[in-house]
């Protein structure tokens, strides 16, 4: 008989959402623009949202995680000068959220899409090194519904 030593076991969802997201934890680092820390955030529930479901990256949930990870480091690569790196990610985000609009699991979609719609064209023939094209650097805040 053969064995594989690397399954590990099944968790099976209680419900249609087993993660209860502290949406305000990532409100409050999204909003004070610690895009280092929203995407660490949203790496932390992506990876155990992965581990967790039959679907594992092509769950929905993963999804829409992944695509705000996306914004975020677009909001964060313009910032540093990589605005290549932003737009890449930018565009992933847009196309990965646009299925959710306008919002998913009590989180606003529309805000966050509408801050990288307006700064796309902005991106679009910049210097790969250019400065962020927003200056002052405003975006809408992250929303959502308890």
Known sequence: MLRDLNTRPLI???????HDYPW??????????DMA???DW?????ADLIQSRLLGQSDPEAQFLQGLAFAALALFFTQQRNQ???LLM???????LAKFRPHYLGVRVDPVAATLEEL??????????????LQPFVYRKFEFVC
């Open 84 to 86: 290549e790196g932003a």
């Open 24 to 33: 305000d934890e990532l409100a409050f680092l999204w909003n004070s623009n």
């Open 37 to 39: 820390g929203v995407h």
């Open 12 to 18: 099976v969802p209680t419900r249609d959402s087993t």
């Open 90 to 96: 930018l565009d992933d985000a847009l196309v990965m």
């Open 42 to 46: 949203l790496n932390r529930h992506w």
């Open 120 to 133: 796309r064209p902005l991106l679009v023939g910049l210097a790969p090194d250019a400065e962020c094209p």
